[in-house]
């Protein structure tokens, strides 16, 4: 990757450091999905005292979890990130902290260390790559392996019932759960980002999905619910703006999706597919779509 592109990268990471705390899951790993890393993290760190891990990124939950391995077994970790402000801005969200954990400014794509590792851990880190990255990606996370070392990660799939009949299909769909107390309105206003960039693959034939492809009919329906005077047009509008609020500073984000059968063909000329598991406690048609990996050497 460029010196210019990279450093583009970290100046939306830096931003995004800043607003963190205004995502849900399925932005941010769920329960469920942390439940998972558990699972695979205990099987790719059995009999290892003392192994040595590396993750993707800052994020909290993941550091949150590892810190259990960390008093357990011992675990020494690294985290990999663009900018030193995210890291730190990430690091106010870890309530139990593993005091020897070391960071690195690093760029993916050709990070060296002086050790492998038993480990390589990161959360949606694979829709982070642009599609001619993604070679160079992989082939670097796999040189940075021990030969019985493991990379696991939530990856991001798109399927045909990710398409949507138009925006305000999104922002109305999750009013009942809100009204009931089921979603906040801040997990309301994530659910619907979501729902959105994951329906945007569909806009373009590059296999990339950002709200910026709905921009026009999300400002359009914001016209549209300004005066809402029903009770679940109040609701939509205030689902409406959270998003705004979180999501907007964002609008002009690329990701790289692929399907499932495209992503298991690609990661299968680099590893070995050991486990695939999924998270059941966020809106199907994103959870299904969100595969959790284990990968081997």
Not at 37 to 42: A, D, G, H, I, R
Not at 69 to 85: H, L, N, Y
Request: charged share 30%; net charge positive.
């Amino acid at each position: 990757m460029k010196k210019t592109v990279f450093k583009n990268h970290r100046k939306k990471w830096q931003a995004l450091s800043v607003s963190w705390q205004n995502f849900t899951e399925p932005s941010r790993p769920s329960r469920g999905d942390v439940i998972n890393y558990n699972k695979l993290l205990v099987e790719a760190l059995k009999g290892k005292e003392g192994a040595s891990v590396l993750v993707l990124g800052s994020t909290p939950e993941i550091r949150e979890l590892l810190f259990k391995f960390w008093i357990t077994k011992k675990i020494k970790v690294v985290c990999a990130d663009m900018t030193r402000e995210m890291y730190d801005a990430m690091s106010e969200l870890v309530d139990n902290k593993i005091k020897d954990e070391k960071f690195v400014v690093a760029n993916w794509l050709d990070m060296k260390f002086d050790h492998k590792f038993d480990v390589v851990i990161g959360d949606f880190v694979n829709g982070n790559i642009g599609e001619k990255y993604k070679d160079a990606f992989f082939n670097n996370i796999e040189s940075l392996l021990k030969t019985n070392g493991y990379f696991i990660h939530r990856d991001a799939t798109v399927s045909s019932d990710c398409k949507i009949p138009n925006v305000e299909y999104v922002f109305k769909k999750f009013v009942k759960e809100v009204m009931t107390e089921e979603y906040t309105l801040k997990k309301a206003a994530n659910m619907a980002a979501n729902y959105l960039v994951w329906a945007s693959w569909f806009k373009n034939n590059s296999n990339k999905t950002s709200l910026a492809y709905f921009w026009r009919d999300i400002e359009k329906f914001g016209k549209k619910i300004a005066e809402a005077k029903s009770e679940k047009n109040l609701i939509a509008r205030a689902i409406f703006e959270r998003f705004l609020s979180a999501w907007g500073p964002y609008k002009d984000k690329y990701w790289t999706y692929n399907t499932i059968q495209t992503d298991n063909k690609i990661l299968k000329k680099y590893f070995k597919i050991k486990k695939v598991l999924f998270a059941d406690d966020y809106f199907t048609k994103v959870a299904k779509n969100s595969p959790m990996y284990m990968l081997k050497k």
